[in-house]
């Protein structure tokens, strides 16, 4: 079975450098969900100490194999124990919707942050994502509000600021400027009439969320 690099894909470079631009040199990061480590690596080389957590061995292994973690925990996170106040910074790209409890992961992951440590979020968009469902893919059911998909977590933007504001959490909504290349070939040959800058669009309406979220007390 082929193991799909999928940050690789679904991280915009953008993204990645904001978040960046937020963290102390050298810096402690923890990736949750990390996969076969892309962004681990990516990060290890900007000199941050990263710690990578993951439940899937065959992704750990190839990641493994090309020494992309510095250290790696292999567990469901669910079942990982953090310290208080650890680490300057945590990042989970694809990963909060997969969590029947989002409010408990962005609890655990804030009582694991330094203060003035910041969370890096980017999870698919309830509103385009169903929009698409229906649109796209023909599947009506997420007009009555049932999951068609492994992702029980999905939200809103609004859904996702209010959870995050809710734990003391300072956030800041990355917009795209394009559609993302992980997205376009959904779209098929129809990807170019959706090819605008989506910064002049409401958040509402972002293709996916991309959030940080800053620690403040």
Not at 135 to 146: D, I, P
Not at 154 to 160: D, F, H, R, W
Request: proline fraction near 5%; aromatic fraction near 8%; glycine fraction near 6%.
């Amino acid at each position: 079975m082929m193991v799909e690099d999928a940050s690789r894909i679904t991280t915009p470079p953008y993204f990645l450098e904001k978040f960046i631009d937020k963290l102390p040199a050298e810096g402690k990061v923890l990736e949750v969900g990390c996969g076969t480590g892309y962004l681990s690596e990516k990060l290890s080389k900007k000199g941050f100490e990263i710690v990578s957590v993951d439940k899937d061995k065959e992704k750990l292994d190839f990641g493994r194999r090309r020494n992309r973690f510095d250290r790696v925990i292999e567990k469901d996170f669910n079942q990982v124990a953090l310290r208080d106040n650890e680490f300057d910074g945590v990042i989970a790209v694809e990963v909060i919707e997969h969590f029947e409890n989002p409010e408990e992961f962005i609890s655990k992951v804030k009582n694991c942050l330094k203060e003035e440590g910041v969370i890096a979020l980017k999870t698919p968009n309830r509103i385009t994502h169903d929009i698409y469902q229906v649109l796209m893919r023909g599947k009506f059911k997420v007009l009555k509000g049932k999951r068609l998909d492994h992702h029980p977590s999905v939200m809103s933007p609004q859904e996702l600021a209010k959870k995050l504001e809710k734990n003391g959490l300072q956030i800041e909504v990355i917009k795209a400027p394009c559609l993302p290349e992980s997205q376009k070939w959904r779209f098929g040959k129809f990807w170019r009439l959706l090819d605008l800058d989506y910064r002049k669009l409401p958040n509402a309406l972002q293709p996916t969320n991309m959030t940080l979220a800053k620690k403040t007390d």
